[in-house]
Protein backbone atom coordinates (compact mmCIF):
# COMPACT_ATOMS: atom_id res chain seq x y z
CA UNK A 1 0.00 0.00 0.00
CA UNK A 2 1.06 3.55 -0.80
CA UNK A 3 2.57 5.92 1.82
CA UNK A 4 0.42 8.84 2.65
CA UNK A 5 2.22 11.87 1.90
CA UNK A 6 1.69 14.47 5.24
CA UNK A 7 0.55 18.05 4.58
CA UNK A 8 1.05 21.10 5.04
CA UNK A 9 -1.48 23.56 5.70
CA UNK A 10 -1.79 27.10 3.61
CA UNK A 11 -2.82 30.34 5.19
CA UNK A 12 -6.43 29.93 3.12
CA UNK A 13 -6.88 26.61 4.21
CA UNK A 14 -6.29 23.98 1.58
CA UNK A 15 -3.82 21.20 1.69
CA UNK A 16 -0.81 20.04 -0.04
CA UNK A 17 1.14 17.63 -0.10
CA UNK A 18 4.95 18.51 2.28
CA UNK A 19 6.45 16.11 -0.68
CA UNK A 20 6.32 17.94 -3.92
CA UNK A 21 8.61 18.49 -7.24
CA UNK A 22 11.28 20.87 -8.31
CA UNK A 23 12.24 21.80 -11.61
CA UNK A 24 15.38 24.11 -10.95
CA UNK A 25 17.62 22.79 -14.03
CA UNK A 26 14.75 21.33 -16.08
CA UNK A 27 15.12 22.37 -20.05
CA UNK A 28 18.86 22.93 -19.77
CA UNK A 29 19.38 19.45 -21.25
CA UNK A 30 20.96 17.67 -18.43
CA UNK A 31 17.61 15.00 -19.56
CA UNK A 32 15.57 15.53 -22.35
CA UNK A 33 12.38 17.12 -22.07
CA UNK A 34 10.36 14.09 -22.59
CA UNK A 35 12.09 11.91 -19.44
CA UNK A 36 11.90 15.29 -17.41
CA UNK A 37 7.86 15.43 -18.31
CA UNK A 38 8.13 11.74 -16.95
CA UNK A 39 9.54 12.38 -14.01
CA UNK A 40 6.91 14.86 -12.66
CA UNK A 41 3.88 13.00 -14.32
CA UNK A 42 5.36 9.75 -11.80
CA UNK A 43 5.73 12.05 -9.21
CA UNK A 44 1.94 12.79 -9.52
CA UNK A 45 1.18 9.53 -9.53
CA UNK A 46 2.29 9.40 -6.08
CA UNK A 47 0.19 12.24 -5.21
CA UNK A 48 3.40 14.72 -5.52
CA UNK A 49 1.12 16.94 -6.72
CA UNK A 50 2.68 20.61 -5.79
CA UNK A 51 5.43 21.41 -8.90
CA UNK A 52 7.92 23.85 -8.02
CA UNK A 53 9.14 26.33 -11.60
CA UNK A 54 9.93 29.64 -12.10
CA UNK A 55 10.42 32.33 -15.20
CA UNK A 56 13.98 32.19 -14.55
CA UNK A 57 14.77 28.20 -15.26
CA UNK A 58 15.87 27.72 -18.12
CA UNK A 59 14.55 30.99 -19.20
CA UNK A 60 11.48 30.09 -19.28
CA UNK A 61 12.24 26.04 -20.35
CA UNK A 62 11.22 24.50 -17.20
CA UNK A 63 8.02 26.02 -17.33
CA UNK A 64 7.75 24.60 -20.56
CA UNK A 65 8.73 20.74 -19.56
CA UNK A 66 6.05 21.62 -16.81
CA UNK A 67 3.88 22.33 -19.17
CA UNK A 68 3.93 19.10 -21.20
CA UNK A 69 3.78 16.75 -17.89
CA UNK A 70 0.70 18.28 -16.73
CA UNK A 71 -1.65 18.46 -20.51
CA UNK A 72 -5.01 16.80 -19.75
CA UNK A 73 -3.56 16.45 -14.91
CA UNK A 74 -3.72 19.92 -14.81
CA UNK A 75 -6.62 19.74 -12.32
CA UNK A 76 -4.24 17.35 -10.55
CA UNK A 77 -1.68 19.90 -9.88
CA UNK A 78 -0.72 22.54 -7.36
CA UNK A 79 1.62 24.75 -9.48
CA UNK A 80 3.75 27.23 -7.98
CA UNK A 81 5.77 29.63 -10.53
CA UNK A 82 7.80 32.88 -9.78
CA UNK A 83 8.30 36.47 -11.01
CA UNK A 84 12.17 37.67 -11.19
CA UNK A 85 12.33 40.70 -8.92
CA UNK A 86 13.78 42.72 -11.87
CA UNK A 87 10.23 42.38 -13.76
CA UNK A 88 8.21 42.86 -10.41
CA UNK A 89 7.12 46.45 -11.10
CA UNK A 90 2.83 46.50 -10.84
CA UNK A 91 3.19 45.90 -14.85
CA UNK A 92 6.09 43.74 -14.80
CA UNK A 93 4.64 41.58 -12.50
CA UNK A 94 1.32 41.08 -14.70
CA UNK A 95 3.01 40.19 -17.89
CA UNK A 96 5.30 38.33 -16.59
CA UNK A 97 2.56 36.02 -15.17
CA UNK A 98 0.96 35.85 -18.16
CA UNK A 99 4.11 35.02 -20.11
CA UNK A 100 3.78 32.33 -17.51
CA UNK A 101 0.71 30.89 -18.09
CA UNK A 102 1.41 30.50 -21.64
CA UNK A 103 4.41 28.80 -21.33
CA UNK A 104 3.30 26.31 -18.46
CA UNK A 105 -0.46 26.49 -21.19
CA UNK A 106 -2.77 27.00 -18.26
CA UNK A 107 -5.19 30.30 -17.03
CA UNK A 108 -4.25 29.99 -13.71
CA UNK A 109 -1.19 29.72 -11.43
CA UNK A 110 -1.99 28.64 -7.73
CA UNK A 111 1.04 30.24 -5.91
CA UNK A 112 3.13 33.04 -7.51
CA UNK A 113 6.52 33.73 -5.80
CA UNK A 114 8.64 36.88 -5.92
CA UNK A 115 11.72 35.33 -6.44
CA UNK A 116 14.20 36.96 -3.73
CA UNK A 117 13.63 40.83 -2.95
CA UNK A 118 14.49 43.35 -5.47
CA UNK A 119 14.68 47.57 -6.26
CA UNK A 120 10.77 47.36 -6.74
CA UNK A 121 8.83 48.51 -3.54
CA UNK A 122 6.64 45.73 -1.78
CA UNK A 123 3.66 47.44 -2.57
CA UNK A 124 3.47 47.66 -6.01
CA UNK A 125 4.37 43.55 -6.48
CA UNK A 126 1.51 42.81 -3.98
CA UNK A 127 -0.86 44.92 -5.73
CA UNK A 128 0.08 43.38 -9.08
CA UNK A 129 -0.28 40.15 -7.45
CA UNK A 130 -3.83 40.97 -6.17
CA UNK A 131 -4.51 42.06 -9.42
CA UNK A 132 -3.89 38.43 -11.13
CA UNK A 133 -6.02 37.26 -8.07
CA UNK A 134 -9.11 39.41 -8.71
CA UNK A 135 -8.28 37.95 -12.53
CA UNK A 136 -8.20 34.47 -11.28
CA UNK A 137 -4.72 34.35 -12.55
CA UNK A 138 -3.48 32.97 -9.54
CA UNK A 139 -4.66 32.00 -6.88
CA UNK A 140 -2.03 33.16 -4.10
CA UNK A 141 0.65 34.88 -3.48
CA UNK A 142 3.74 34.29 -1.72
CA UNK A 143 7.77 35.49 -1.81
CA UNK A 144 11.27 33.39 -1.93
CA UNK A 145 14.61 33.53 0.03
CA UNK A 146 13.02 36.25 2.59
CA UNK A 147 14.66 36.08 6.00
CA UNK A 148 12.80 37.45 9.11
CA UNK A 149 13.75 40.80 8.70
CA UNK A 150 12.16 41.02 5.59
CA UNK A 151 9.36 38.82 6.13
CA UNK A 152 8.27 41.75 9.09
CA UNK A 153 9.02 44.26 6.59
CA UNK A 154 6.49 42.59 3.97
CA UNK A 155 3.52 42.02 6.33
CA UNK A 156 4.13 45.33 7.67
CA UNK A 157 3.48 47.20 3.64
CA UNK A 158 1.50 44.41 2.41
CA UNK A 159 -1.24 44.66 5.41
CA UNK A 160 -3.65 43.25 5.82
CA UNK A 161 -3.12 40.63 2.63
CA UNK A 162 -0.15 38.31 3.60
CA UNK A 163 1.92 35.92 1.61
CA UNK A 164 0.91 32.14 1.61
CA UNK A 165 4.32 30.87 1.40
CA UNK A 166 7.94 31.73 1.99
CA UNK A 167 10.24 29.41 -0.68
CA UNK A 168 13.77 29.26 1.01
CA UNK A 169 17.28 27.29 0.86
CA UNK A 170 17.10 24.55 3.56
CA UNK A 171 18.65 21.04 3.88
CA UNK A 172 20.51 19.02 6.35
CA UNK A 173 24.01 20.78 5.79
CA UNK A 174 22.29 24.49 5.31
CA UNK A 175 20.26 24.83 8.77
CA UNK A 176 20.11 28.30 9.70
CA UNK A 177 16.93 29.14 8.94
CA UNK A 178 16.20 27.23 12.39
CA UNK A 179 17.94 29.41 14.95
CA UNK A 180 14.40 32.12 14.14
CA UNK A 181 12.93 31.84 10.59
CA UNK A 182 11.33 28.38 11.16
CA UNK A 183 9.94 28.96 14.19
CA UNK A 184 9.23 32.63 13.17
CA UNK A 185 6.93 30.84 10.59
CA UNK A 186 5.66 28.20 12.11
CA UNK A 187 3.89 31.00 14.60
CA UNK A 188 2.77 33.07 11.69
CA UNK A 189 0.94 30.17 10.02
CA UNK A 190 3.38 30.73 6.63
CA UNK A 191 4.58 27.68 5.19
CA UNK A 192 8.56 27.29 4.22
CA UNK A 193 9.05 25.91 1.20
CA UNK A 194 12.33 24.14 1.38
CA UNK A 195 14.31 24.03 -2.10
CA UNK A 196 17.69 22.12 -2.80
CA UNK A 197 16.46 20.02 -0.06
CA UNK A 198 19.69 17.64 -0.95
CA UNK A 199 21.95 20.32 -1.44
CA UNK A 200 22.40 20.04 -5.06
CA UNK A 201 23.24 16.43 -4.63
CA UNK A 202 25.65 16.99 -2.16
CA UNK A 203 24.04 15.10 0.69
CA UNK A 204 24.16 11.49 -1.59
CA UNK A 205 26.57 9.59 0.01
CA UNK A 206 27.23 11.17 3.49
CA UNK A 207 28.05 8.31 5.75
CA UNK A 208 25.67 9.06 8.14
CA UNK A 209 22.95 9.48 6.31
CA UNK A 210 23.65 6.16 4.73
CA UNK A 211 24.33 4.41 8.11
CA UNK A 212 20.59 5.54 9.13
CA UNK A 213 19.58 4.69 5.53
CA UNK A 214 20.73 1.20 6.21
CA UNK A 215 18.67 0.64 9.51
CA UNK A 216 15.51 2.05 7.76
CA UNK A 217 16.34 0.41 4.21
CA UNK A 218 16.67 3.35 1.94
CA UNK A 219 19.12 5.34 0.62
CA UNK A 220 20.89 8.74 2.20
CA UNK A 221 18.55 11.11 -0.06
CA UNK A 222 15.80 9.26 1.47
CA UNK A 223 17.05 10.33 4.85
CA UNK A 224 17.54 13.95 3.91
CA UNK A 225 13.85 14.67 2.72
CA UNK A 226 12.48 12.77 6.27
CA UNK A 227 14.60 14.88 8.04
CA UNK A 228 12.57 17.85 6.02
CA UNK A 229 9.19 16.21 6.58
CA UNK A 230 9.50 15.95 10.16
CA UNK A 231 9.27 19.94 10.39
CA UNK A 232 6.01 21.15 10.82
CA UNK A 233 4.72 23.84 7.63
CA UNK A 234 7.60 22.40 5.75
CA UNK A 235 7.25 21.56 2.00
CA UNK A 236 10.40 19.86 0.62
CA UNK A 237 10.28 20.40 -3.47
CA UNK A 238 13.72 18.03 -4.53
CA UNK A 239 14.23 17.97 -8.55
CA UNK A 240 14.72 14.63 -10.26
CA UNK A 241 14.84 14.05 -14.20
CA UNK A 242 14.06 10.22 -14.03
CA UNK A 243 10.63 8.79 -13.17
CA UNK A 244 12.83 5.79 -10.81
CA UNK A 245 14.50 8.50 -8.96
CA UNK A 246 11.11 10.42 -8.00
CA UNK A 247 10.36 7.08 -7.10
CA UNK A 248 12.73 7.06 -4.52
CA UNK A 249 12.39 10.03 -3.25
CA UNK A 250 8.56 9.29 -2.68
CA UNK A 251 9.82 6.56 -0.08
CA UNK A 252 10.64 9.52 2.46
CA UNK A 253 7.25 10.32 3.42
CA UNK A 254 7.59 5.95 4.67
CA UNK A 255 10.39 6.49 6.96
CA UNK A 256 9.78 7.39 10.91
CA UNK A 257 13.12 8.78 11.87
CA UNK A 258 13.83 7.97 15.42
CA UNK A 259 15.06 10.04 17.90
CA UNK A 260 18.12 8.27 18.12
CA UNK A 261 18.48 9.14 14.18
CA UNK A 262 17.71 12.89 14.73
CA UNK A 263 20.73 12.79 17.48
CA UNK A 264 23.18 10.91 14.96
CA UNK A 265 21.98 13.68 12.37
CA UNK A 266 22.33 16.64 14.94
CA UNK A 267 25.86 15.48 15.62
CA UNK A 268 26.74 15.23 11.80
CA UNK A 269 25.13 18.56 10.77
CA UNK A 270 24.73 20.75 13.91
CA UNK A 271 21.84 23.05 14.55
CA UNK A 272 22.44 26.73 14.59
CA UNK A 273 23.32 28.43 17.57
CA UNK A 274 23.72 32.13 16.55
CA UNK A 275 21.77 33.85 13.75
CA UNK A 276 23.23 33.67 10.48
CA UNK A 277 22.38 35.33 7.44
CA UNK A 278 20.31 33.64 5.07
CA UNK A 279 21.60 31.52 2.53
CA UNK A 280 20.83 31.32 -0.92
CA UNK A 281 21.92 29.78 -3.74
Excluded at 23 to 50: C, F, I, K, N, Q
Excluded at 234 to 239: E, T
Excluded at 261 to 271: K, N, S
Aim: charged letters at 25%; glycine letters at 8%; a negative charge.
Amino acid sequence: MKAELPAVTLPGGRQVPALGLGTWHMGEGEASPEEEAASLRAGLDLGMTVIDTAEMYADGGAEEVVGEAIKARRDEVFLVSKVLPYNASRAGTIAACEASLKRLGTDHIELYLLHWRGRHPFSETVEAFETLKAQGKIGAWGVSNFDVSDMKELLEDAEPLRPSANQILYNLARRGIEFDLLRWSQVQGIPLMAYSPLDEGRLLGHPVLEEIGRIHNVGSAQVALAFLLTKAGVIAIPKSGSPERVRDNFRASEIRLTSEDLRLLDEAFPPPTRKRPLEMI
